[in-house]
């Protein structure tokens, strides 16, 4: 059985009822949800991060500025490609929300071949975002599978450590730490030590990855 992936969304934030039917019928052929807002905070009471999708956002409306709307995403860590639609009157102030991790900006009128183009940019941008969320999340659930000594002893990895300095440090047998150590590959679904550096640092879970990564390449190309 096939996985259903969740229909990617356009969602549109602007006052404007001609810009909802332009953008709707620039993108009908594209296969997108289209889900119309005319009001800032309609859009943040509503928005679950739920799916790909982008936010095209009008600079000015009627309760608050598209930058303002884009600083309560920033605020709530909600990475959502932003593209700001602007006039031409307004193109000083869109490129100082690019400066501010806007995703792009479209001027008005739009060149509907140019804006769909856009669309699908972004669209494909926040799909990957949402692969790579997913992916960490499973990662984390294996993390989650490991024991207490476990962790401990993929930690003492991580740091370089050989098998027999680890036993030492964790008064355990060396043939102990080997057991243990074949495990977290397991669990951790790594093949080799330098996978286990990706997907520790791909989590998050160690502080120095230029060093780190380095230290167990070498350690490799010793075996």
Known sequence: MKTRHPQPTVFITDQCEITHTTIKDSIKSANLKVVSYYMGCAFLKNYQPNQPSCLLLNLYLPDMTGLELHQHLLAKQIELPVIILASNADVSIAVKAMKAKVFDFVEKPFNNEQL??????????????????????RLLACLETLTARQQDVMTEILQGKSNKTIAQKLGIGKRTVEDHRICVMKKMGAKHLVELVHIALFCGLVPEPCKLICEHCELENRK
């Not at 669309?119 to 799909?127: G, N, P, V, W």
């Open 116 to 137: 769909k183009r856009r669309i699908q940019k972004a669209i494909q941008f926040d799909t990957r975002t949402h692969c790579q969320a997913a992916h960490k999340q």
